[in-house]
Nanobody, 126 residues
Framework: QVQLVESGGGLVQAGGSLRLSCAAS????????LAWFRQAPGGKEREFVA?????????YYTPSVKGRFTISRDNAKNTVYLQMDSLKPEDTAIYYC??????????????????WGKGTLVTVSS
């Protein structure tokens, strides 16, 4: 098990940038594949945003954020980041960090990630 705590959310104007951080507890952080998901207001489903694998730090992005968002990890700091640039109002959501131990798959869904943080709110104004 790993405990995850997100930070860095806030209010930003369209076109601006934010960097989210997710700090993890435990000594085995480097063996976890990590992902960011988001859930927009209005009861929408939680959706995949980006992921980084544990073994080769391979990255994956949903098409709507590719080229604007960058996921990275610092195993020495037990932290995963999501750099969000060129933000749009439709990026407004609660952003969640998730982790799965030693996962080498290429598909990240809410159902296959056992560890979650509580989320951080990102609001992009137009």
């Amino acid at each position: 098990q790993v405990q995850l705590v997100e930070s860095g959310g806030g209010l930003v104007q369209a076109g601006g940038s934010l960097r989210l951080s997710c700090a993890a507890s435990g000594r085995t952080f480097s063996t976890y594949s990590l992902a960011w998901f988001r859930q927009a207001p209005g009861g929408k489903e939680r959706e995949f945003v980006a992921a980084i694998s544990w073994s080769r730090s391979t990255t994956y992005y949903t098409p709507s954020v590719k080229g604007r968002f960058t996921i990275s990890r610092d195993n020495a700091k037990n932290t995963v980041y999501l750099q969000m640039d060129s933000l749009k109002p439709e990026d407004t959501a609660i952003y969640y960090c998730a982790a799965r131990g030693a996962y080498d798959g290429t598909v990240y869904t809410p159902d296959n990630m056992p560890n979650w943080g509580k989320g951080t709110l990102v609001t992009v104004s137009s």
